[in-house]
């Protein structure tokens, strides 16, 4: 067990879109000095002006903290590439101001693949052409493609709108898209546990 293998250990944070189990929330609870359990009430480093937080995103949420937490007193462009491709704005007076959501990568092709009578069910591949010649070619020119399109327009209408923006990249499908795209963007895999750590902290030191 984590616990027992680093017993320095004394916070802890749960972050689940499922509904807690309650043995392992009484878990936490006693074995740890501070324990906080993430939702639309917890006290937050930001300030969030969006309009229904409890239909909020946790892990859209902890992004947004997480890069604000690296990049503080910015505009901030945070992009998360992952089962959906989610993109949130934090501005330079650090606030979570709101985003938008599209389906991710593997989410398209497996919906492709079943809203279609033939069109069979591919993956992605860092292999892939402008135009395709065959049906496996064409699904993944315009798939990718059409990512890489969505992501590079998304991109520049926040740099229309707001000054010396800081695009920040997160999720599994990051890496593949950013070798790609023609803009600097720090990318960093564990943007959500810096943002959730962030938080945690916050809610500790207002304990004491």
Known sequence: MLKEEHPQLNKAVLSSVKPADEELIHFLSENFDYFLE?????????????????????????AAVGANELFPDQNLLVIDAGTAITYDLVSEKNQFVGGNISPGL?????ALNH??????LIS???DFKPIGTNTTDAIRAGIQNGILFEIGQT???????????????TGGDSNFFDRKLNYSIFVHLNLTLIGLNRILEHNAKKKK
């Open 38 to 62: 993430l939702d639309d009430h917890t006290e937050l480093p930001i300030e969030n002006l969006y309009e229904t937080p409890e239909t909020l995103g946790k892990d859209r949420l902890a």
């Open 106 to 110: 593997e989410m398209r092709f497996k």
């Open 115 to 120: 809203f279609t009578g033939k069109l069979p």
């Open 124 to 126: 992605y591949s860092d």
């Open 155 to 169: 991109i520049d209408l926040f740099n229309r709108n707001y000054l010396n923006l800081q695009i920040v990249m």
